[in-house]
């Protein structure tokens, strides 16, 4: 690890266990949260290029649960009872998990740390919101060009919310990603947002001649498409024909890349059959 700030961190983290702290290092060196009674910690899973198989970046997602590795998501625990501040707590309280259990492990062949906005956040977050999570990076001196924010879908009646949720994180110097609920949807967010990623389910992208045409909207403005939930070596195929003879960067994800792991060693490579 290179971060040196960060390191004195985690050994004040490691006697904070047992304490009111909302987060602490336990024995095996991986950071938790706490929010509410859940416990909260890391998994990453892997994203890597179609082309190639080279290790991209990670995924990252928040575990709950007593051992912090299963269980109900702590967003559920938001469902019907939460006020804004409460859930602008837990997002940026599992970002900042997530950054921590990275960079605590990652190199420069790790790549890139892809972090989730909670749908929730969109209606919460205020024009100070970026600038909040970039003072905690800055604070522990976490390289802020490494990190892709990953925004949530949205319906054609919230794009202006997406817009000024965007334009909040952009302005504070981080990088987007955006989820898309459809690929008209990416298209449209590809050009409206000009994301440096869009990210796609797999289950949508079954008709090829539109998924090429995505592939070549993201390469004409430099973003990456990022396809998720990639279980098979069936979808692997598919995109395989969708994608074959276009110049630009594709990138998959899924339980068929690779599982989402606490930690970042042995990420598994692109299935050799793909």
């Not at 339980?255 to 060693?265: K, Q, R």
Request: net charge neutral; with cysteine; glycine share 6%.
């Amino acid at each position: 690890m290179k971060h040196p700030i960060l390191q004195a961190y985690l050994e004040r983290l490691a006697n904070a266990a047992g304490t009111n702290s909302s987060l602490w290092r336990a024995p095996d060196g991986v950071t938790q949260g706490r929010f509410f009674k859940a416990t909260l910690t890391s998994a990453f899973q892997p994203i890597r290029s179609f082309d190639g198989g080279k290790l991209l970046g990670f995924d990252a997602l928040v575990r709950s649960g007593p051992d912090g590795a299963a269980g109900l998501s702590p967003f559920k625990l938001l469902d019907g009872a939460a006020s804004e501040e409460e859930s602008i707590h837990l997002d940026r309280l599992c970002r900042t998990l997530h950054a921590i259990n990275f960079f605590r492990q990652a190199d420069e062949q790790s790549g890139e740390l892809y972090l989730r906005v909670h749908d929730r956040l969109l209606a919460a977050v205020d024009s100070n919101h970026g600038y909040a999570f970039l003072r905690i990076l800055q604070a522990l001196e976490l390289p802020i060009h490494r990190i892709v924010l990953a925004l949530p879908a949205t319906s054609p009646t919230q794009a202006w919310l997406l817009n000024y949720v965007a334009d909040n994180y952009r302005r504070n110097g981080f990088r987007l990603a955006v989820q898309a609920a459809s690929i008209a949807g990416a298209a449209d967010a590809v050009e409206r947002i000009r994301p440096a990623a869009i990210k796609l389910d797999a289950s949508i992208v079954s008709d090829p001649l539109a998924l090429r045409d995505l592939i070549l909207a993201c390469r004409s403005n430099a973003a990456r498409l990022i396809v998720k939930r990639v279980e098979s070596l069936a979808t692997l195929d598919q995109l395989a024909l969708a994608a074959e003879g276009a110049e630009t960067s594709v990138a998959v994800q899924g339980f068929a890349i690779g599982a989402a792991n606490a930690e970042l060693l042995g990420a598994a490579p692109l299935p050799a059959a793909a």
